[in-house]
């Protein structure tokens, strides 16, 4: 089976750092990607983890540890633009791609 | 590339007519996903397929549900008949060979919003 959990809002405040934190259960897990939908719009790529450890591209960053089968998003220096729905979603070895309920980041002044 | 192409942006319809949603992924991607996003589900994975050949669709809801794939270029959800619990965002999305640059990346069309009254 598959799921995959994740807070469902988070608020803070621009400039700080954020973390979502996303727990999975999938059966043939092969890797964790994070994905940003703004309202009304279609959720974009921002990261993958095939591997245990961080990946860091610009501003995000995202960590995987297969052991816990947990990984999260990490945001740093928040702006305003950053406020959007995020979501983690696990792909198995048939590549697949099942994602999380979201969590809805809002960034406040 | 224009990306992940879906047709229509919005339909809003009646109770037991047939939908039709069309998608036509990026040019050499060899795999197409169909979503379906509700406030209450989520993103729900319908179907995909890898070549053209479904691989999973076990998460098509019922036998009113059903997703064809006749060539690289075009795909098609039809909703027959449909019901007011199928309102919902209904996304396409394709991804790159296995191993090459984009196998890991999901590129998302701009959904179709269907809205059964």
């Known amino acids: 089976g598959q799921s995959l959990e994740q807070p469902s809002e988070v608020t803070a405040v621009e400039g700080a750092i954020v973390q979502i934190n996303c727990t999975y259960q999938?059966?043939?897990?092969?890797?964790l990607s994070w994905y940003q939908q703004h309202d009304g719009g279609a959720p974009t790529f921002l990261s993958y983890?095939?591997?245990?450890g961080l990946e860091e591209t610009g501003r995000f960053s995202s960590f995987l540890s297969r052991s816990d089968s947990y990984g999260y998003l990490l945001l740093q220096e928040l702006q305003m633009k950053d406020s959007a729905s995020y979501f983690c979603a696990a792909s198995n070895s048939g590549y697949a791609l099942n994602f999380g309920k979201g969590t809805s980041l809002l960034v406040t002044p | 590339d224009a990306g992940v192409i879906q047709s229509p942006r919005h339909e809003v319809t009646e109770m037991g007519q047939e939908v039709t949603l069309r998608c036509k992924p990026i040019?050499?991607?060899?795999?197409l996903f169909w979503y379906r996003q509700t406030m209450m589900r989520g993103l729900e994975l319908l179907i995909y397929?890898?070549?053209?050949?479904?691989?999973?669709d076990s998460g098509m809801p019922e036998d009113r549900f059903s997703a064809k794939m006749p060539n690289a270029s075009f795909s098609t959800l039809k909703i027959q008949p449909s019901e007011p619990r199928d309102s919902a965002v209904y996304f396409c999305?394709?991804?790159?060979?296995?191993?090459?640059?984009?196998?890991?990346?999901?590129?998302f069309g701009a959904g179709s919003r269907l809205t059964v009254l």
């Open positions: 999305a394709s991804r790159g060979l296995a191993g090459g640059p984009g196998a890991n990346v999901l590129t």
């Open positions: 040019s050499g991607h060899n795999s």
């Open positions: 999938t059966s043939g897990f092969y890797g």
């Open positions: 983890n095939g591997l245990d």
């Open positions: 397929f890898n070549n053209n050949v479904p691989i999973d």
